[in-house]
């Protein structure tokens, strides 16, 4: 390698790491218009089969500190894993229609058998601070879309592999999905 081109490799690791400095090298809206077109943002499935998310406003991609806003479309019979998180969620259904299922145990060892309840088009609801949840698109006609506010973020997510899996057991996904190209701080423990 010539001398120039260790320099300007050198240069780059520097401002590399300068600008994780403080774990959040996404963090930004220099240079984002204040007033976004939906249609115009970056989706992505993120590698989960049926998905399509966009962080509308995010912790880690805009620097918001006490919420984040998530579009979300699932395909037909796509969905959601099962998981709690400590924080409060809020939905919005815009389209389509499909199933929440809801366990309220979270003072039990595991979520157990949980209660269904129909969601669709222009319904809203919010899942309770660390009960186990999960949401199928389980319309075969329709895709589901909805609005996501969390708060706390950037999210941190413990997923259960099933309902009989012991709370404890359940495995933390921090970063979650679309937070992991920005995220570079380790995890602090935050479970039930
Ligand atoms: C938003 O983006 C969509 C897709 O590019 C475009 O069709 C629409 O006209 C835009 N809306 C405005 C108000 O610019
Ligand atoms: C949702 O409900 C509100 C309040 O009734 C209504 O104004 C709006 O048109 C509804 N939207 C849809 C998509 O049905």
Not at 34 to 42: F, G
Not at 98 to 119: C, D, M, R, V, W
Not at 137 to 159: G, H, W, Y
Request: charged content about 15%.
């Amino acid at each position: 390698m010539s001398r120039r081109l260790v320099l300007v490799a050198l240069l780059f690791t520097a401002l590399y790491l300068s600008s994780n400095a403080d774990g959040y090298p996404c963090s930004s809206t220099e240079g984002l218009p204040l007033v976004r077109n939906i249609s115009e943002l970056t989706q992505n499935s993120y590698g989960r089969p049926g998905l399509s998310h966009m962080t509308v406003a995010g912790s880690l991609l805009h620097g918001m500190k006490e919420v984040e806003v998530w579009l979300q479309t699932f395909a037909s019979g796509s969905h959601t894993p099962i998981h709690r998180h400590s924080c409060e969620e809020v939905f919005v259904v815009l389209k389509g229609s499909g199933t929440l299922y809801l366990a309220s145990n979270s003072h039990s060892k595991y979520p157990g058998n949980p209660q269904e309840f129909p969601i669709f088009s222009n319904s809203t609801f919010h899942i309770p601070v660390n009960d186990a949840h999960q949401i199928w698109n389980t319309n075969k006609e329709e895709d589901l879309q909805f609005l996501v506010i969390v708060t706390r973020p950037p999210v941190k997510v413990f997923i259960y592999d099933d309902w009989h899996m012991p709370h404890t057991a359940a495995k933390l996904k921090f970063p979650y999905y679309w937070d992991e190209e920005c995220y570079l701080i380790p995890p602090t423990k935050d479970e039930l």
